[in-house]
């Protein structure tokens, strides 16, 4: 999970969207509740949210990823809008801006209709989520700071650490680890280099090295807060990094 900044609201949605959640709200006064207005009729009234400029300020904010689990939903379905604070028991946020969220099915389907505003969980337009988690090999863990309760209430209400997301953190954690000794064989050459001319040649290698592996940090790669951390970690980097600097 990576911060990520909203895009401006749709002027469709600030046009229409009281007109909206006045014609929702009058069909919970008829029929008693939310979860009591017939379904046909239901859907109808909030399908306003599902359009194209909704659908593409999200997917324009989050890279084309989900907010949560950093997946690229494009890749095997299509992203969804989520509701931040579910519209079951916030229906008057229906229609609001800032409480959409681009998602996958899995972790949509997973947050399901969870309180967010009893049990409260990350939400990455709003809280920086740097520093709340932090990987075990390809388990992710909340941190032990101030924000624990806030990530582990995250992590299981999300599935984030579910199976399915080890399996493309651990093919990521092989990619990482083969461009780490492509970094490590660089630093060897350049260490050994006995000429100026083959010391510039060789800093030049290793700063393409480090180039490469750095793409996977960039916010539009899938799963780029695994990448960030594997790097932060990394001995090999670091040591890539003071080397090319001191050159
Ligand atoms: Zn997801």
Avoid at 1 to 17: A, F
Avoid at 32 to 41: C, T
Avoid at 199 to 228: G, H, Q, W
Wanted: glycine fraction near 4%; charge should be negative; aromatic fraction near 8%.
């Amino acid at each position: 999970m990576i911060k990520l900044e909203r895009e401006v609201e749709p002027q469709g949605m600030i046009d229409n969207k009281l007109q909206w959640k006045s014609d929702l709200l009058t069909a919970i006064t008829k029929y008693g509740s939310y979860k009591d207005i017939p379904e046909k009729e239901k859907q109808k009234l909030i399908s306003f949210y599902r359009n194209d400029a909704v659908k593409s300020g999200l997917i324009k904010s989050s890279f084309g990823k989900c907010a949560f689990c950093e997946c690229i939903p494009s890749e095997g379905g299509n992203i969804e809008i989520e509701h931040f604070k579910p519209k079951s028991i916030y229906p008057d946020l229906t229609f609001e801006w800032d409480n959409f969220l681009p998602s996958c099915r899995k972790c949509n389907d997973s947050k399901d209709s969870h309180d967010t505003g009893v049990e409260p969980i990350i939400n990455p337009y709003d809280i920086d989520p740097k520093g709340a988690f932090y990987f075990n090999d390809i388990e992710i863990k909340a941190a032990n700071n101030g924000m624990k309760k806030l990530a582990e209430k995250t992590i299981e209400v999300c599935g984030l650490n579910s199976v399915r997301l080890w399996r493309p953190r651990a093919e990521i954690l092989i990619s990482l680890r083969i461009f780490s000794r492509s970094i490590e064989e660089a630093i060897e050459e350049l260490i050994n280099a006995d000429t100026d001319r083959k010391r510039a040649n060789r800093v030049k290698k290793l700063r393409e090295a480090i180039d490469i592996i750095e793409m996977l940090t960039k916010p539009s790669e899938k799963y780029s807060s695994f990448c960030i951390e594997f790097l932060e970690q990394s001995e090999v980097y670091l040591k890539a990094i003071q080397l090319v600097n001191d050159a």
